[in-house]
């Protein structure tokens, strides 16, 4: 088995993480690029671009870890997430955090839980849960589902210790070679404000990428 190397180039007409948009409701362009080793060493770097009326680069997300699979359909893994974004405009201060996860894929079921010890904020520790489920119904389709529940350990002027937000999604995706187009519907509760904006519960957003 050979190191692999892959990448892809995406549009979508909004970029939700967790239930709420990182671009403010606008369309965004996104690039990925991942390194996989033979030993179970993995790599991961993502970066971020809004197109507005004040359009930029917003940052980049970075992930390295390591999996092991177990038995004949598991597979087990963990990591260190870093994420660095900025505000859609000059006037927004953005975020940066880190996280630590451990999680297992089963067949096509996957989850994960993240542990953030800074998440947007100094001190403010939070514990991430999400489950993920996709099935392939026809050939060169596929449909997942998301689960994701984001709860405070720490009190902050923001958020009060034990105080927990959710999210969903539901996603399609068609494959056209190497190329694919999506859409999802997606929403997170029970507040609408995050970061101190406003954001829509539930969402329809639609794209598409191409890797190489």
Known sequence: ???????????????????????????????????DDPSGF??????LAV???DSR??????????????????TIDAGLLRSQIRGTSTKDKGFEYTEVYAGAYVGPVTARL?????????RQSTLYGEL???????PKWRLSGHLGLLTYLSST?????????RDWRISAVRQLGKFELHAALSGGGPNTYYGS????????????????
């Open 42 to 47: 993995y790599l991961g770097l993502s970066g």
């Open 114 to 122: 993240y542990y953030s010890p800074d998440y947007r904020a100094s």
């Open 1 to 35: 088995m050979e190191a692999q190397v892959a990448g892809s180039l995406g549009f979508d007409s909004d970029y939700r993480l967790r239930g709420y948009s990182l671009t403010e409701g606008h369309p965004a362009f996104s690039a990925q690029v991942s390194y």
């Open 51 to 53: 197109v507005s009326d």
């Open 57 to 74: 680069f917003l940052g980049v997300v970075g992930n390295a870890g390591y999996a092991r699979r177990v038995g004949k359909h598991a």
């Open 132 to 138: 993920e489920a996709h099935v392939d119904p026809v």
């Open 197 to 212: 904006r406003l954001h829509r519960r539930t969402v329809l957003t639609l794209g598409g990428s191409a890797s190489f």
């Open 157 to 165: 002027p923001y958020y009060p210790a034990g105080e927990t937000h």
